[in-house]
């Protein structure tokens, strides 16, 4: 009886001992499975491509096609090169259809690649400094594209679409003959919404060196975009000199690129090809990801008529205060000639405060309100036979703050005037309102073109004083702001008189030829942390590094200020305009650093 015992304890034992290895091995089977997704590998393909090192090695793109199917596939290590996949692209996008393509290089001898009529971009561009979460493009042609490099897009195929926003069907574009019939358009590109929101920037159709331009989130995009819904290389612009117009081309972003809302990008966004070139005109919107949208305005740029170089560049300085991100409210602009005008142009800065809202119209209104006022012939040759236009930039002022609707948000302006006599010879008028400053050095010696309306200067207590209503003793505001003088800012200006919009118009400079003349306009970021003196010897130390150098040499020095300002820790947003009356531009340009 105690042997039976014994048995029945000891099978019960076991029974115990298997259930709990049977329970162990469950526990590691559901850990695994939910540890590792084994089934990601048998459903569709992850939306994460991973890219091999080997790939890395091999051409972008071939003439050959098939030279792809003789690549090998050993690979040795993986690496996720694709991008982080944030979740808004991943809701965003479908899953794919298409496998893995290889891509190939094209030969040292075709490296362009050609879409539609025009050239549109240099593909082969090295990886060697390509970075974990860089998007990267994928395939780029097809063997019809391939086909299409030795025998030309069919005519059927070949037909641009541009979208208009009157009417929500496609047109077949037509070149817009009135902005190019100089065969030289200016584009000029501004981002008013999205993480990027004041980026702008600015290139002439001849300028080689900067087409294509290319749209993107990592470098070398002209317009660098930091918004993570946006591509590594988005989307590319160049200029078609067979049809003598802008084009826009998609490049395979993952999220798309819309033109005034219509999708532009290939019928099948999952397999990352190029779309079809679209035109551009002026006024519309481009949209990448979805909340990053460009204002595109295009110009006719007559060579001849720009007598003088110009750089242009601006920084918001969003990383200047304390990591804090600073939005810009910085505007710079200019006109040469104006339109109709053909011996008068006009150089702006506006710096917004309350938001960019008011720099945005002034810089805007301000031009329009000159260009109306000298249309007429008589106040036109009154300026010309005076060599003063002081009238002129009080009543565009005046006419400017009337036609402003901004109650909340206020900038300053700066605004340089430069007309021609019938013997070439250039004259130069500023007036201003706020802190935003600009002087003119000539022959070594700095004219200060600009008044500081800061509510502590001296001119402005004075002023103040004048109207019978002083400041207290340590009073440096009004109202919460430094600024005495602004456009804009209706409702601190209906509390309180002592705001006004009357600017300060400065004498007349007339600039002397070979005199190394030049005119530097800049917003506070500039001049809080570098004084005139400063300025004219970074001009000078430039000059002096590149003496035979006359075509981008504006934009060299304009370069170097905003460098300076960076250099010294400026905790505002900076915006710069060099204007050198020694050399001849044949390049425009904005660029802005994130």
Not at 460 to 465: D, F, G, K, T, V
Request: hydrophobic share 40%; charged share 20%.
């Amino acid at each position: 009886m105690a042997m039976l015992q014994s048995i029945v304890v000891f099978t019960l034992l076991l029974l115990m001992l298997i259930l709990i290895i049977i329970i162990i091995i469950i526990i590691i089977i559901i850990i695994v499975v939910f540890a590792f997704k084994p089934w990601r590998f048998f459903s569709y393909p992850s939306r994460c491509r991973a890219i091999k090192v080997g790939e890395l090695e091999r051409p972008l793109v071939s003439n050959d096609v098939d030279l792809a199917q003789d690549q090998s596939n050993d690979l040795t290590r993986n690496y996720d090169l694709e991008g982080e996949c944030h979740l808004n692209a991943a809701l965003l996008r479908p899953p794919r259809t298409q496998g893995l393509v290889h891509k190939q290089r094209l030969s040292s001898a075709s490296r362009r690649l050609a879409l539609g009529d025009s050239v549109v971009g240099d593909v082969s561009d090295p990886l060697d400094g390509i970075l974990v979460g860089q998007t990267l493009k994928r395939r780029v042609v097809t063997e019809h594209l391939v086909e299409l490099q030795k025998h030309g897009r069919p005519e059927n195929q070949s037909q641009n679409l541009r979208f208009g926003t009157e009417n929500d069907r496609p047109q077949e574009s037509v070149p817009n003959t009135d902005a190019i019939s100089d065969q030289r358009s200016c584009l000029s590109l501004q981002v008013v919404s999205g993480p990027s929101c004041g980026l702008h920037c600015s290139v002439l159709s001849t300028s080689t060196a900067r087409l294509p331009l290319t749209l993107g989130r990592v470098p070398p995009s002209y317009l660098l975009l930091k918004d993570y819904e946006v591509s590594g290389k988005h989307a590319m612009i160049t200029w078609n000199l067979n049809k003598l117009r802008w084009e826009l081309v998609d490049m395979g972003s993952l999220n798309g690129t819309l033109l005034n809302s219509h999708p532009i990008n290939h019928p099948d966004p999952g397999s990352r090809l190029w779309g079809d070139p679209v035109e551009l005109a002026s006024g519309d919107t481009i949209t990448v990801g979805t909340t990053s949208n460009i204002y595109v305005h295009i110009s006719s740029h007559n060579e001849r008529l720009v007598p003088f170089g110009v750089g242009m560049t601006s920084d918001p300085m969003s990383l200047r205060r304390g990591g804090k991100k600073l939005p810009m409210e910085d505007v710079c602009y200019y006109h040469w000639p104006l339109p109709g005008i053909y011996q008068f142009g006009v150089f702006g800065i506006c710096d917004g405060h309350g938001g960019v809202g008011a720099a945005k119209s002034a810089s805007k209104i301000l031009p329009e309100m000159v260009a109306t006022i000298l249309t007429d012939s008589v106040k036109r040759e009154r300026v010309v036979s005076g060599q003063d236009a002081s009238d002129v930039l009080r009543d565009a002022f005046s006419q400017t703050e009337a036609s402003m609707n901004n109650y909340y948000e206020g900038c300053t302006a700066t605004l340089l005037l430069l007309w021609a006599d019938a013997d070439e010879n250039f004259f130069a008028q500023c007036a201003n309102v706020g802190d935003s400053a600009c002087f003119i050095n000539m022959d070594g010696k700095q004219i200060k073109m600009t008044e500081d309306h800061k509510v502590t200067s001296c001119s402005e207590r004075l002023r103040i004083e004048g109207i019978g209503e002083p400041l207290k003793d340590g009073e440096t505001r009004l109202c919460g702001l430094n600024l005495a003088r602004m456009l804009g800012d209706k409702f601190v200006k209906q509390q309180d008189s002592r705001f006004s919009s009357e600017p300060y118009i400065s004498q007349v400079v007339h600039l002397k030829k070979s005199s190394g003349a030049f005119a530097l306009l800049a917003s506070d970021g500039l001049w809080d942390v570098v004084s005139f003196k400063k300025a004219v010897q970074l001009v000078v130390q430039t000059r002096e590094r590149h003496p035979t150098e006359t075509e981008n040499l504006a934009e060299k020095i304009a370069e170097v200020m905003l460098d300076e300002a960076r250099t010294q820790r400026t905790k505002d947003n900076t915006s710069i305009i060099f204007i050198d009356f020694d050399s001849i531009s044949t390049v425009s340009s904005c660029k802005v650093r994130p």
